[in-house]
């Protein structure tokens, strides 16, 4: 059975049903046929993510009859196998999603499950972000090996003793973290979240960073010792946030998995992420943004171009109506570019 078909016998299942003109005439090249194969990465985290998209799914369309229509297919990325180094040093963000790109086009699966963060800025042709799910919690978290007092809100960082060594593999989080505390020493700690939690708990150093989105979604905000306001410690572009890719040419499938786009998360993303695509391609250099909702219709998009050892720190804010998210976010990537000192970019 078809998707077509269960979705023709069921038509008050389309949300927002294609104008005429824009219905197609003949099927996609790869009409996709039940079950959908969803695409994910093994990751705890990402499996995490995967089902609950996937109940989210079959909750909003009853049609399809239950979460017996999807097969996960678990599928190993060379981001994940390479544990040892940076992903800057191993060609970047594109590493995760690579084989994912490729068995969506082959058509050995439907959709996949991503973290957006992790998701490059230009996908392949062919491929589209099907929908884009409600953010969780962007900011960044410390992780301590000890209980700590409540440190002081206005100087979070307190709590890390002089010359504390901090593990983490992210050169955005290290350098704002020099950037404050210059006499901080960091150590490259990979894997992933619970791997992660152990190490400092072993002691393999005295503290780590962490996505709170990533920790609530795995129930394990607690292990959060301190939230850092994005003042102190500014995000990944699209952090916290989920996203679904399909083919392009899958109109019935996208057209279906829109009933879980969340628009206020679309916004955010199109404007992080068009900063970091004017940006990344010239520059190894850690990037950072996040959108914050000023009033309704009006969003803040803020960006931070630094240097690794954080010698250098930049952060700069514009305001935009909704509908020109990604035009802000280009606009303050070229500020960025601009102020910057040259060696910041290739
Ligand atoms: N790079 C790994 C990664 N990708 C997404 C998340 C967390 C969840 C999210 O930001 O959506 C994490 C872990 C982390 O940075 O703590």
């Known amino acids: 059975m078809s998707l077509e078909n269960i979705l023709a016998t069921s038509p008050q299942l389309l949300r927002h049903p294609a104008p005429a003109h824009r219905q197609h005439r003949q099927a996609p090249r790869h009409a996709p046929t039940l079950p959908l194969r969803v695409g994910t990465r093994a990751s705890p985290l990402a499996l995490t993510q995967t089902r609950g998209f996937l109940s989210m799914l079959s909750d909003a369309c009853p049609a399809l009859g239950g979460m017996d229509v999807f097969r996960e297919q678990v599928m190993g990325t060379t981001g994940d196998a390479v544990q040892h180094c940076r992903l800057a040093e191993i060609g970047g963000k594109g590493l995760f999603a690579k084989e994912i790109h490729e068995a969506l086009l082959d058509g050995r699966i439907d959709l996949a499950v991503h973290s957006m963060k992790d998701l490059e800025t230009a996908l392949p042709p062919g491929i589209v972000l099907a929908c884009v799910l409600t953010r969780e ?12 007092e409540v440190p002081d809100a206005a100087d979070p960082l307190s709590v890390l003793p002089h010359g504390a060594l901090i593990g983490t593999s992210s050169v955005r989080r290290q350098a704002q973290l020099l950037h404050a ?8 700690m990979r894997g992933n979240v619970q791997s992660r939690l152990d190490k400092v708990a072993a002691g393999r150093c005295d503290a780590s960073l962490l996505a709170l989105a990533g920790l609530k979604r795995l129930g ?3 292990e ?9 410690m500014l995000p990944s572009a699209a952090q916290g946030i989920v996203a679904v890719t399909a083919r392009e040419d899958d109109v019935v499938l996208r057209e279906l998995m829109l009933a879980c786009e969340d628009r206020e998360s679309r916004i955010a993303a199109d404007a992080e992420r068009a900063l970091l695509r004017v940006l990344d391609g010239s520059c190894r250099s850690p990037i950072a943004a996040v959108t914050t909702r000023l009033q309704p219709g009006q969003i803040r998009l803020t960006g931070l171009v630094a240097r690794e050892d954080g010698s250098f720190l930049l952060r700069d804010s514009i305001d935009a109506p909704d509908g020109e998210a990604e035009l802000a976010g280009e606009a303050l990537g070229h500020r960025l570019k601009q102020a910057a000192p040259a060696d910041i970019f290739l």
């Open 181 to 188: 505390r210059p006499d901080l020493r960091i150590t490259l």
């Open 137 to 148: 919690d962007p900011r960044d978290v410390l992780i301590l090996a000890d209980d700590v």
């Open 220 to 222: 394990l905000e607690s």
């Open 224 to 232: 959060a010792s301190v939230v850092l306001q994005t003042e102190v």
